[in-house]
């Protein structure tokens, strides 16, 4: 039997993330599970909006949610960068976590968060 997903079942997946009102794209020195743990893990923040990202093909099979570079950032607090997420504040919810490059940031600096994607492969045997 053949395995397919179509395009909506991927979209409705990366809609939680076009849909949610309040949010914002924020780099972090740690993972983070829950919302609460945002505020103390977070280095710099900045908004995110629909511009940012873009639905494309999958690099290797499936969908894609392509999120733009932010550049010029501000940086809050000195650390090591570890993580970067996605949240929305107005639910108080982690919308979406990745690793990225250490790098070290220091209060008063500016960062760019480099382009990156969500990728969601295509069904495959289990």
């Given at each position: 039997m053949a395995r397919h997903a179509p395009n909506a079942f991927y979209s409705?997946?990366?809609?939680?993330?076009?849909?949610s009102?309040?949010?914002r794209q924020v780099v972090l020195d740690?993972?983070?599970t829950s919302y609460a743990s945002i505020a103390a893990a977070t280095l710099a923040?900045?908004?995110i909006d629909n511009d940012d990202m873009a639905e494309a093909a999958g690099s290797v099979s499936?969908?894609?949610?392509?999120?733009?570079q932010i550049a010029d950032i501000d940086i809050d607090a000195s650390g090591d960068a570890t993580h970067?997420?996605?949240v929305d504040d107005d639910a108080d919810t982690v919308l979406y976590v990745t690793v990225?490059?250490?790098?070290?940031l220091t209060s008063g600096g500016k960062v760019t968060i480099p382009g990156w994607?969500?990728?969601?492969r295509a069904p495959a045997a289990p």
């Open positions: 409705g997946s990366f809609n939680t993330l076009r849909n009102a309040n949010r740690s993972e983070v923040e900045t908004p499936g969908r894609r949610l392509n999120i733009s970067v997420a996605i990225c490059t250490t790098q070290t994607g969500i990728e969601l």
